[in-house]
């Protein structure tokens, strides 16, 4: 939930976030102390022309297929304090087809939020990754890669009474199986990958938020332009206090012209969700 009341904010900051869904940008909350919350999402990705440059995704679940994809994120985040929280991930592709197994993208990760500042109402927040090892087929299909990788967030979010901004700034280390392709792309790959992201979210009233996500990312395709560029919209509607429904659209491209609809995307991303609080 976000904070209408500064007083409100002041003291729920460590508890109350809306997680990472439907936004590419994570926040510095947290899930409180022995609480629990589970997001389960249902994204399409839309390709043109073949394209094989990564879809910006949570740390993990980048595709790198040449085709159109279908696929269910699921993540379960515990809170272990009210500063510190662990999560487990998968996603499972109901297209593209072959011959491998349609679960993938294992992500491990913590949050620590190591700082927060209640007058000036801003903290500050680290989270480490690390994903475990797809197979061989699913690297070459676009679903993971085949070597054990991991990253780093660190993660900045401002809070005012009726909107927040959150920062991010992402290290990820993804090396894989050279003896093959990543989908079904010859060129070697970069392996020490960059992105950054903002995201500011807006509450319209006590149950909906909008937000504004755009982030540049390094392009791993070593034969192509270094960057790549997203912009995101997304809504979230509070049905309750412990459930949200997002959704959200982005688009990815290799200039903004291409990510603000002023020109053709490179692909597009769209996704719908749930997140439960228990």
């Known amino acids: 939930m976000y904070r209408i009341l500064i007083c409100t904010l002041l003291s729920c900051m460590p508890q109350l976030a809306f997680g990472f869904e439907p936004l590419n940008t994570d926040d510095a909350g947290t ?14 990705i839309n390709r043109s022309g073949g394209n094989q440059q990564v879809d910006i995704v949570t740390p993990g679940e980048e595709y790198t297929g ?13 809170g272990i304090e009210n500063d510190l929280e662990a999560s487990i991930s998968a996603t499972y592709y109901n297209t593209p087809n072959g011959n491998f197994s349609k679960v993938t993208n294992y992500v491990i990760a913590s949050k620590w939020r190591f700082y927060e500042n209640t007058e000036e109402q801003y903290a500050l927040a680290i989270k480490p990754t690390l994903v475990l ?37 992402i290290y990820m280390r ?35 938020k909008l937000a504004l996500d755009i982030g540049a990312s390094t392009n791993p395709p070593t ?18 206090n412990d459930i949200d429904l997002g959704i959200s659209y982005m688009r990815t491209g290799m200039n903004y012209g291409e990510t603000f609809a002023l020109q053709q995307s490179s692909a597009t991303r769209s996704e719908v969700g749930i997140t439960w609080r228990f």
């Open 31 to 44: 899930v409180k102390a022995g609480g629990n919350q589970i997001e389960q999402y249902f994204f399409m």
């Open 66 to 78: 040449q085709s159109s994809a279908k696929a269910l994120p699921f993540t379960y985040t515990r």
């Open 133 to 169: 090892p797809s197979s061989k087929q699913q690297q070459v299909a676009g679903l993971g890669l085949a070597a054990m990788n991991y990253g780093l967030n660190l993660i900045a979010s401002k809070y005012w009474s009726e909107i927040e901004v959150h920062l991010n700034a």
């Open 174 to 208: 993804s090396p894989y199986n050279t003896n093959y392709n990543v989908g079904y792309g010859a060129d070697p790959n970069r392996t020490n990958i960059f992105l950054v992201s903002v995201a500011p979210v807006w509450a319209i009233n006590q149950n909906l």
């Open 223 to 240: 034969t192509e332009q270094y960057l790549s560029h997203y912009a995101l919209i997304a809504g979230i509607y509070s049905l309750t």
